[in-house]
């Protein structure tokens, strides 16, 4: 094979110039960058390639954060909830907090900022009732009931960048400075981030792309006293807040936020919380803002005539890249990190850039790139890789890198090697479906609180990470990201102005009174009718896990009628259940193999009909099922961990929910561990093997007609589309 270029940015670092020089060689790179903690010499910087510069806006100038420590970023936080046993209380809000990161606000009048519950009864402290004392970090709370919970909502600044605090600790980097974040809102800061950018164009004209890293604000995280995550939203925003901020707040949308407002009983009002009006008008104020003053850097960088990149993640709050202000700012690129086939959507499916380029696993860091760990090293490496380009053929990035420090991955030859056949791989993908669309059986639409706010990101905590109570989830869009349909993102207000015609299967997933199942959202009559007579009259809904789950009217499931399935609360169980014998065989568990994995169990979900089609039953539990509903059907799933056999299974539900199982078997591979795309504007066709190891599968044409293929360990087949027929490339 010809070795091609381009497409691929390496990072790099002082006094490795020799084998960036071979690493760019090797993996084709055409770009160069430095990361967190690494800086690149002129001698690299005049190599052939483009020059990323990481660059921070709103943190590393501990010089001026300093000097100006009122403009220090803030967030609302809340001391643990503390029981009184006699009339007074005295609380010690800082403990459990690292003291290193967190640092009271005493310099705004806590009694005008802070909030003080009696969490017993949910009720707000009279301020003449407690005092703070500033030297020992206490709050003492007078005429307290005893045995009633009390709890103290307080201001703080914080005074060490979360992003920065993570990496440094992980990375062990001594007495290097701890970065404190300060805040553009306030004047001194505003005037610096511009004056520093100017500055900094000035002074690196070998800097063709800024990589903005992020903006301003970080999404929430903070850490224990023990130096380890305590918090971590990846979509909070709680830590954009500030006095000034409030009081723009205030005057733009005509009343007040206060503390509980963001501290919610201690949830930080994370994304799986159903959102307040209060907190969805302060993200839309925050988005506003952020989107104003991201504009003007990016205009600076624009008239130096360089590119403006942003990386999205760590201080990406309020720049919501599906938001209706993200277009405003006029980035050239998003870089991110692909953890998987859905963050490799999140990525590459954002609009209004010129590029989108994913940062793959692993990172270059000492905790990964240690003596004795090879086998481990090219496993994560090709597991992300296999992993996220089942995705990449729905919706290529424009662009890959790595991140970290690659004199740690350069003393691993075979994890370079991979790389290399990685990057070549990635850029014969791109030659031939890059402006490529490729075909969609099916339209289906994600429905939850965010819609298309959040594409690409329901059920996520932080990223990619696993958490047991998301798994069963996440694995719907990480089957889907790969899979051949076209996905939407849609929220319940979407579908109360009418649910858009084009659109074929509705899924509803995810823990009852999430903002993903819906919460009180179900409590909405004309909501429950547009989608009843939507199904009604032919197409599908699929629930998962606790679909459409609000108590109301001897419901639980609130489209109980359309999944043909309802939720055992307790207070029915005198009422006889007849209906729980599964059928020997149905289309969607037909391929099937051995047990099914529905992740995390939910008790009690029985069939509400005898027409209800019970596919699986475990533990007298429903975990697959349809129901007919006029022209239409619902199917219910308990849950869906990501994995080949569950993809399979989404597969069919969608087709089955459709009514169109008798189409399945055009343009379909028999074998669950490969999948094939069809491209017709550049008649290309290709069939990929997911799994490490050999792989056989029928191959079934646009006609119908089979044939068989087997493929090696993470092999990528091409072929050629002749009408509805495919010729494979040898």
């Given amino acids: 094979m010809t070795k091609t270029k381009g497409r691929v940015t390496l990072p790099s670092e002082n006094n490795f110039l020799e084998e960036t020089k071979d690493l760019m060689s090797r993996w084709g790179a055409d770009a160069l960058r430095d990361s967190d903690g690494t800086k690149l010499d002129d001698a690299i910087k005049d190599l052939d390639a483009k020059i990323y510069t990481t660059y921070f806006v709103a943190r590393g100038a501990n010089e001026f954060a300093l000097q100006h ?57 009279s301020t003449d009732l407690w005092t703070v004392d500033k030297s020992s970090n206490t709050v003492t709370i007078q005429k307290t009931t005893p045995f009633h919970e009390y709890s103290v909502n307080f201001l703080s600044y914080m005074i060490w960048d979360p ?44 800097t063709d792309v800024v990589r903005f890293t992020t903006f301003f604000y970080h999404f929430t995280l903070f850490f224990n006293d023990k130096r380890k995550e305590k918090f971590v939203d990846w979509f909070g925003y709680g830590s954009s807040v500030s006095p000034a901020a409030l009081d723009a707040f205030e005057k733009e949308r005509g009343y007040r936020l206060v503390a509980e407002d963001f501290i919610m009983g201690r949830t930080y009002n994370s994304t799986f919380c159903t959102p307040t009006q209060k907190y969805r008008d302060y993200i839309d104020f925050q988005q506003q803002f952020v989107a104003q003053q991201a504009k003007e850097l990016v205009d600076i960088v624009h008239s130096y005539n360089r590119e403006a990149v942003m990386f999205l993640g760590d201080n990406w709050i309020g720049t919501e890249p599906y938001g209706k202000y993200f277009a405003s700012i006029g980035l050239d690129g998003v870089v991110g990190s692909v953890g998987g086939g859905a963050t490799l959507r999140l990525i590459a499916d954002i609009p209004h850039v010129k590029y989108t380029e994913g940062r793959f696993l692993p990172y270059f860091f000492p905790d990964t790139f240690f003596e004795g760990n090879d086998q481990a090293i090219i496993d994560e490496a090709l597991t992300n890789w296999v992993g996220a380009r089942r995705a990449l053929l729905r919706k290529p990035l424009h662009r890959i890198g790595y991140g970290g420090y690659p004199s740690l991955a350069y003393k691993f030859p075979k994890f370079v090697d991979l790389i290399a056949s990685i990057t070549e791989e990635f850029r014969e993908i791109l030659d031939h479906i890059e402006n490529a669309k490729p075909l969609s059986k099916f339209k289906v639409a994600i429905l939850n609180d965010w819609g298309s706010l959040r594409t690409w990101q329901a059920f996520m905590v932080a990223h990619a990470l696993h958490y047991k109570q998301i798994y069963s989830y996440l694995g719907v869009l990480e089957s889907l990201s790969g899979m051949d349909m076209e996905v939407v993102f849609l929220s319940f207000d979407d579908i109360l102005e009418g649910i858009p015609e084009d659109i074929d299967v509705i899924i509803n997933a995810g ?55 309802e939720r055992e609360r307790g207070f029915t169980l005198s009422t006889d259940k007849y209906f729980e014998t599964p059928l020997d065989a149905h289309f969607i568990t037909e391929d099937l193999q051995g047990c099914m994995n529905f992740g995390e169990q939910i008790n009690n979900i029985y069939a509400t009909h005898a027409q209800t089609e019970i596919a699986h039953m475990e533990n007298e539990n429903v975990v ?55 491209y017709p504007s550049s008649g290309k066709v290709v069939i990929v093997n997911n799994t490490a190891e050999v792989q056989t ?23 050629d589309l002749n009408e509805e027929t495919i010729t494979y490339n040898s």
């Fill in 69 to 125: 420590l009122d403009e220090a970023q803030q967030l609302f936080l809340s001391s643990d909830y503390v029981v009184a046993t006699e009339t007074s209380l005295t609380i010690h809000f800082l403990e459990g907090f690292l003291l290193e990161q967190i640092k009271p606000d005493t310099i705004h009048d806590p009694k005008v900022w802070w909030q003080v519950y009696d969490r017993t009864t949910n009720t707000v402290v």
């Fill in 511 to 565: 823990d009852a009174n999430t903002a993903f199942s819906g919460g009180n959202r179900w409590d909405n009559p004309a909501l429950l009718t547009t989608i009843r007579k939507w199904v009604h009259d032919g197409h599908g809904l699929i629930g998962i896990g606790e679909p459409s789950a609000y108590e109301k009217g001897g419901r639980y499931f609130q489209l109980a009628d359309i999944l043909g399935v």
């Fill in 163 to 206: 992003t920065q605090m993570y990496n440094h600790i992980t990375n062990d980097w001594g007495d290097k400075d701890k970065e404190i974040p300060f805040d553009v809102r306030q004047p001194h800061s505003y005037q610096f981030m511009r004056d520093s950018l100017i500055e900094f164009l000035e002074t690196n004209p070998k």
């Fill in 697 to 719: 599968t029928d191959v079934y044409d646009g006609s119908g007609t089979l044939q068989t293929l087997t493929l090696q360990g993470s092999e990528i087949k091409w072929g």
């Fill in 624 to 678: 697959v099922s349809s129901h007919q509903y006029g022209k239409g059907r619902g199917v219910y799933l308990m849950g869906l961990p990501y994995s080949f056999d569950n993809t399979r299974i989404l597969l069919r539900s969608i087709y089955y929910a459709s009514g169109k199982e008798n189409s399945l078997k055009r343009y379909f591979v028999s074998n669950p561990k490969c999948e094939i795309n069809v």
